[in-house]
């Protein structure tokens, strides 16, 4: 792998975990993301929350799993 | 989908929830954004209360659904 | 509408409310704007405080309406 | 008026006051400022206190009035 | 060593401790990172928590050793 | 004056107090700062602590005076 | 001494200590650094834990002595 992004890539189109800096926890399929860590997860979860198609601005995101 | 601002072009005209980071939740229809995500929403309103057309500064988005 | 800034050019001369990220909210005249979101407004209010011509650096804008 | 920086220009030389953003307030005459809002007052106080010619980082200006 | 970007680069491919701004502190064998400080751990764990591999934004970094 | 940093300039070479942003008060000789308002102080004191030559970075500057 | 930087040039290869925002204070021998500040320290020990070498990102120091 020569890039982080590289494994954000690895993972278009499959589940994906994200925690937020606010502690919220999305679990999703990752539809999109950029430079800035902006990411697009489709079919979210918080917890037990449905909450869909959901774009999370890059500058929250602590970690992808 | 390409990139996470396709995401929201798809949303333009339509309903829209936005969390704000100080935890403020709106509710308004998305007429404009741009690479800062910053937004602006018409017929906004947040929680029971009727807000209109609101500008809120891209910073301050956690997440738009 | 295209851009975000658009609404707030629309605004121009007119009374806006600006919440701050302190919690602080002014009422007044929209002189000007650039796209760091700096403003300024005349004959400002705080609550029952009046304030004059103020200028509001564009990182404490929460939101404009 | 054009621009928000315009409304500084017209208060160099004048009295002003600067609210920073750990809640200090600083009144002084304007002596200088730039695009990122570092300022330079003389004379200023905070409070009782006599400071005399202070420089402000731009990033803890909430708003100069 | 010219660089602080160096020190990562000899660290490529081996275990690592990551301390996050939030306090979280991630075990892992450091597979990429870029200026940002972006970071990609595989095998990654977090005290008794067993992650595989993540993805951490470069601004949650305090530091790596 | 024209610019904030003049005012920096002119203190080169004598003694400055400078606020943190953690509220660390340190005061010693400037000298050096660049547009970022690194400083480097000399002789420095925080209370009576003696500290000697000192790097202080940017944005942990909240003024100088 | 013409920029901040040039001191922390003049420190390469001697024993620091630098103090993170989180309030942690490391020592050790300053072995690279960069315009950000990321710094990387060898024999860097915080208190009484011996941590060697350690990358920290430049957003995080207060200041570096």
Known sequence: MERPLDALNALKGKEVNVLLKDGTKLTGKL????????VV???ATAGSDKIGQIFVRGDMVTYIN
């Open 41 to 43: 997860l489709s079919e």
């Open 31 to 38: 539809e999109a993301f950029d430079i800035h860590t902006n």
